[in-house]
């Protein structure tokens, strides 16, 4: 088993204040300003093709693949942020086992110096926040890693959102800490593939990013 290396950047604070309304997530920073979260935000994007697929399968189907994509996704994330962290990860149920081990050889080869890990982050340049899976070096440059789950292979025209989020922590950080992060990093579980690694630049999706965000302050006007 490999042993990682972590070098834990200073943020200024320990944790941040979470809270859910009809807003969707939100965050305190340690001033007691409130930002959204960058999942909620950025929800504008899919919910167009959500409700088309939730028409088409029926609401009950439909909360059964939900409930059961977010509890694998959990429990995906625990097991490899453990391997990370150099932890036990024998407690877990076979199948998750199996989803670290399909991602191993990429977290083994590819991950050096870790910054962070499940990282509680805020930016008052882009008025949110949000909780980032991993922020490492990735081959050797500085990168946003997030982890995911999938029932099928995705292409890269199909994840624009994630790629804005991973954009977003990295602006995050980088305002926090002062330590440039130019990479975004997807990597991928796909059930019955192979994992999938999707690389991409900050900068292009910041614009994605700031406008989903400008139609998300619009919607906001309604609540007030």
Same mark, same amino acid.
């Given at each position: ?24 997530r939100c965050y305190r920073d340690p001033n007691g300003v409130e ?5 909620t935000v950025l929800k504008i994007l899919s919910e167009d093709s959500i409700r088309k697929w939730r028409k088409r ?65 805020? @930016? *008052? +340049?882009?008025?949110? &926040? ?6 490492? #070096?990735?081959?050797?440059?500085? =990168? !946003? ?14 994840? @624009? *959102? +994630?790629?804005?989020? &991973? ?6 950080? #980088?305002?926090?800490?002062?330590? =440039? !992060? ?43």
């Amino acid at each position: 088993m490999r042993s990682f290396q972590h070098e834990k950047m200073d943020l200024g604070y320990m944790d941040l204040d979470s809270v859910t309304s009809k807003r969707g997530r939100c965050y305190r920073d340690p001033n007691g300003v409130e930002y959204p979260s960058v999942t909620t935000v950025l929800k504008i994007l899919s919910e167009d093709s959500i409700r088309k697929w939730r028409k088409r399968v029926g609401d009950e189907e439909a909360n059964k693949v939900s409930s059961r994509a977010s509890s694998r996704g959990t429990q995906v994330h625990s097991i490899v942020e453990d391997y990370l962290n150099n932890a036990n990860t024998k407690d877990y149920f076979p199948h998750v086992k199996q989803s670290l081990q399909n991602l191993r050889p990429i977290l083994d080869k590819s991950i050096g110096r870790i910054f962070g890990l499940e990282v509680a982050l805020f @930016s *008052s +340049y882009l008025g949110m &926040a949000g909780r980032c899976d991993c922020i490492a #070096e990735f081959d050797g440059v500085p =990168s !946003i890693v997030d982890f995911k789950t999938s029932r099928r292979e995705k292409k890269k025209e199909w994840i @624009s *959102s +994630y790629f804005a989020q &991973a954009s977003a922590y990295a602006i995050m950080f #980088e305002e926090r800490t002062g330590l =440039s !992060i130019p990479n975004t990093v997807i990597v991928m579980d796909v059930d019955e593939s192979k994992p999938i690694v999707f690389k991409e630049h900050r900068d292009n999706y910041v614009d994605l990013l700031l406008d989903t965000k400008a139609e998300y302050d619009r919607r906001q006007l309604f609540f007030k």
